[in-house]
């Protein structure tokens, strides 16, 4: 029972709780709050893994990025009658029940095959201590082309945001 | 040492959720949060191997996971300010324009 | 030639450049420059060439007596390499960009930059109220260019560059005033019969340098020497007449005049410069220049003179007739023209050049005077529109007259020495050449002086518009008038006692005896051609007193036409409309220039035009017909074809294919909801059962 | 049992008291800033400032917290409670949060993360959502404008001042406080001489931040009467004060590691010793100074009216006197302590003439209208920030590559790059700005 078993134990925990609390919340607000809290147990969860650096990304990239984004717009689109109206459609007993189903059978699949998962044991071998040059140098080395198509990408979204939303298209 | 079953199970868990909300919400925004939540199950598995494997490549996926889900998201978004500027709705089953 | 040449004589090729270089500045941007820019520009550089001739000319006579002859090489033209000559011989083909000066060209660069710079002078005055003043000086300049490097070449090629340059001159100045088609025409006319005659003389210089192996002008003598060719050998012969074709084309021979009289539709200067003083003369200048080929070809001048003497008697009598001042003008010079072929054909060649520079002088004056004429009556060109000028234009009309009797060839003045060596060469040669240049010379004096008489004496005939502003024209135009006047007067006087011939001598040397050339047995090889010229240069020229029966035969014809033009033309002014009503088909005849335009348009231009036609219609109904349209008519039928394959096979394929889809469309439409969360729910039952399918897999593979 | 636990949570115990004992002492020091500002202001606008309370109004800060303390805390009607509730604390707990990384000197520091600037950016980054929850959470519309427009104004801002801090980063080659100051000691030069721009951009950038004057429209009483802190009362009202001070604090620290040399001293590079000794002269700085002022307060002490003050001043003149004391005794100390507290000195001082400057500023400088903001944001820092990296990189690609070793030079010529760009945005922008008036308004 160390410290980052306990660690783990509990942003696990707040993580799945919040995001259960995401997905049932009627007021669109807290939704967006218990999000966050899932991403930033998962943050959590990425310092536990001693992956520092992408710790940091999730940190400013998600939390403080994204989600504000989302924020931002829920508060422009918000409206009250949304509060009293129904939150879930038609479908939502088939929906939650396949849903479920397709966890369970991701499961199964884990409690079958879990065993055969064959990886050196993770003690062995630590990460280098420097994990932000680590990634950079894989990232720049290994990775340039992904890189440079992951930034276009980026670029294509920005372009397409901001026609979507000017006021006269 | 945290074993890796435990962080498939958590990633397992945060996917059925988000998979869940995706198809039983009805307001899109939250439909969106959901894809979120499904991509941070992808980002913890990936760590968690990438842990246990002992190198960084499990983390690169996931600085391009979370690129992917910026964009996603800027565009998302978008799409729903324009779509609420002219239909006065974010909800999913009353954009239905495309049916027959 | 050595190699410390006194300045102007090195800087000969500096000549044609002067007027190049402006003419180039003219055409170029001339647009921009104002008119006094233009004339000193243009003016000018004429006059520097002239000067720089003038001191040519003073530093070659002060070479002594055996060597002048100046060559001056710029570069290599042509290196065409070797080839082989018609015996067989090795030669190598080179024309050179080089110039030479001798007694002869040394007169020709004289007259031409002489009289070409009082033109020009004259021009300022009378283009100055004309559009295109740059354009005018322009293509003057040209002209100068090109024809001071037909004078001064050194080789047959680099003549003929000159020659074609002046040909082009002449088109464009022809046609100045473009907009008249009457001149485009005229022009165009000119262009033509000239290429007829460069056909000729360019064939002739392919035979030269296909027999001679050589163009250079110094090194034909030699070459000829060296051929050991017999008088009257059939290939000079050839030659020789090629040549004169193109001579014939160039100063306006028979059968090749025809264009002469129409140029007179240019600005007069032109006329004066190009169609009188210089480039018409440039045949009788090549002749001449070539005269040692043509002194081997009796036959060949033979010809010469025949067709000389015969185009002066016709040119003098359509002469007569006309009524347009400047188409008389014309007609003289032509008549002239042959005079000088005369002198040519008969052997005369120093008499001829003497007779060319002359004439230069008093035709220039004459077509200048003439130019002053219109000038006073606003326009007016017809004779029959004239009279009476005397007392309103005087100083013109005296310049005239002094131009009159130097043509009509009244002693002292100059066209009185020059006709009288002609005449007395070719009364050696033959009796009846003689007698048509006498008659010849009578009706120059006639009709010259029935222009003369015309135009400034007599009653007043100017319409009466016109004659309220008739003036003087101003100084720019009488001074040249006055100068050219003075040397129409004295300019004859250098030729007396055969000096001109003695100085001409290097380059012409005296005929052989016509006598020998004719009756003596067809003769080859050195020895008889060294008899020959032994001979010639023994042969004393006619005795004292045939000389002097000559000249008063000639002077006495002279003024017998002077006294029948003043009878008909002063006199009994109705006696020329009886006249020519009684000879009515002769007058019409004549009148009508012998009806030869017609019979060239009948003969020749209208079977080219015949020609186009029919090649015009193969092209239309052969071509068009079979070929395009044929082609045109398969393409139809063939797409025709493909329309029916597209509409029924490939269309058809196509429609049955949406047809197919439609039918699936139709059946698979129910599931599609509209609803994006029915799509993503069916995205997880699809998810679902693959997990499943593959979970039995592996479930397989483990057991 | 027990020693298990002890042994698990023995590397934990020495941060957790750092920690506590910062949380415990920086609202004092806060609430002094505070007290600092208004006298700031005071002196200039030609005024005195606080008095009353306790001798030159020392006292004010603890008047001010129990006033505070001792308000009603309210909650609107409609207000979400919760999330009225959770704000503030949210805002005061990522400012705190960042102290965490924060190396007070060498020797204090709670935790050494090899991310750690980044680390302080994300938590910083984090205290948006304080502002936004709350301000939408009290259900007023003048909050929900503030909110939404600091929401805009920060991460516009965010990403600016990022950008100048990697054109730093680019010189400092690491992202652990630490080592960044190591490398200006190594590189024997401030980094705000090596990239003076990126400094400019990040110091703008900051003041926008923290939502200080002139940036301070999601607070600006005059049109939003106080923004997102409206409707907020008492103790969480002073936990958003206490945040916006601790934001201050932290990027202020974040200005002096990177760009001012953290805990070094002026002129690093510069090593002269005290003849026959190992003191180098520049070492004996500080104690100097603390001696001046202490001379000068001694000076002022018998021209003060009342006993009190007298008394005040002299201990303040003691207070230095002994300060400088200290400061001397740490030069013949061993090095670890010496350079320990030395660092602290120059690092507090540091911290201290940066959130002078921001006072400055805000008294001096008029508030900026919206779309303004947006404009100095987007059309000029942005790019200015974008084109100093790429120069900044190419400038250090040329020093490495073509021995052109002295970081000035280079720091010379991208400087003045920089200023052709700057002054070609702003020119662009002013042509943007005819244009749109032109069109008639965006």
Redesign the interface.
Known sequence: M?V??IL?AFF?VL??AS??L??TRRN?VH??VF?IT??LA?AG??L????E??FV??VI??VG??MV??VF??M??N?DV?LH????????FV??A???A??AQ??FA?WVG?HS?R??S???????PK?SE??GD??FR??ML?FEI?SI??L???I??????K?K? | ??P???????S????????????????V??????I??IL?AV??NL???????????G??F???I??????????G??????F??NR?T????E?????? | MNATLPYFLDKIWLIPLFPAATSAAMLLFGRRLKNNTVSVLCVGSVFLAFFFSVGAFLQLLSLPEGQRLVTKVLFEWVPAGPYHMLDGRLANFIADWGFQLDPLSGVMILVVTGVGFLIHFYSIGYMGHEGGYYRFFGYLNLFMFAMLMLVLANNLLLLFVGWEGVGTCSYLLIGFYFRRKSAADAGKKAFIVNRIGDAGFLLGILLTSALLGTIRFADIGPALDAGHFAAGNPLITAIALLLFVGAAGKSAQIPLYVWLPDAMEGPTPVSALIHAATMVTAGVYMVTRMNAIYRLSPTALEVVAVIGAVTALYAATMGITQTDIKKVLAYSTISQLGYMFLACGVGAFAAGIFHLMTHAFFKGLLFLGAGSVIHALSGEQDMQKMGGLARKIPRTSLTMLAATLAIAGIPPLAGFFSKDEILGHTFQYSRLLWLIGWVTAGMTAFYMFRLFFLTFHGESRVDHEVEHHIHESPNSMLIPLMILAVLSVVGGWIGIGGRFEHFLAPVVQLRPHPVQLHHGPPMAGEPEREKLVQEAEEATPAAPSEEIILMVASVAIAVAGIGLAWYLYLKRTDLPGLIAKRLNGLYELVYHKYYIDELYDALFVNRAKDLGLALGAFDSNVVDGLGVNGAGWVTRFVSKLSIWWDTWIVDGSVLLGSRIVWLFGFAS?FI??????NY??LI?LGLIGFLAYYLHLAQHAVH | MIPAILQAIRPFIIPVVCGVVIVGVFPLMAGYIVLLERKVMADMQARLGPMRVGPHGLLQPLADAFKLMLKEDIIPAHADWFLFWVAPVMSVTMALLAFAALPIGPAFQIADINVGILFILAVSSLGIYGIVLGGWASNSHYSLLGALRSAAQLVSYETAAGLGLISGLLYAGSLSMKDIVQAQSDRGVWFIFAVPVGFFIYFVGSIAETNRAPFDLPEAESELVAGYMTEYSGFRWALYFLAEYANMVVVAAIATTLFLGGWLRPFPGYHQTLPGTSIELLDALPSILFLVVALYSLKLTPRQPVKIQKIVMLLVAGGCALLALVMAAALFAPDPVKIGIHGAFWFLAKVGGYVYAFLWVRFTFPRYRFDQLMRLGWRFLIPLALVNVIVVGSGMIVQENWGWRHPLLSAIVTTLIMLGVAVFLAYDDEKHQATVQAAGGE
């Open positions: 160390t980052d078993k783990f696990a993580a799945v995001a259960v995401m997905v669109i939704s967006a999000l899932t991403l998962t969860i990425f536990e893994l001693q992956a650096f992408l990304v999730q990239l998600y990025g994204i984004l989302f717009v829920i422009l689109v409206l949304s109206m129904l939150q879930f459609n038609r479908q939502r929906a939650a396949l849903g479920l397709l966890g991701v499961f884990l879990g998962l990886l050196p993770g003690a062995s071998l630590q990460l280098p994990n680590a990634i894989a990232l290994h990775y992904p992951a990408l980026l294509v979204a920005m397409g945001a901001v026609v979507m939303a006021r298209v | 040492m945290v890796l079953e435990a962080y498939l199970l958590l397992l868990a945060l996917l059925t959720v988000g998979v869940v909300g995706v198809l039983i919400r009805r307001n925004i939250i439909m969106l949060m959901s979120e939540l941070n980002n913890i760590m968690a191997f990438s842990r246990a494997w002992g190198n960084v490549y983390q690169i996931a600085i391009f979370i690129t992917d889900a910026a964009a996603e998201a800027a565009v978004l978008g799409i729903i300010l324009a609420f500027r006065e974010v909800l999913a089953d954009m239905d324009l495309l049916k027959w | 439409k599609q909801t509209g609803y994006v969360q993503m729910l997880v």
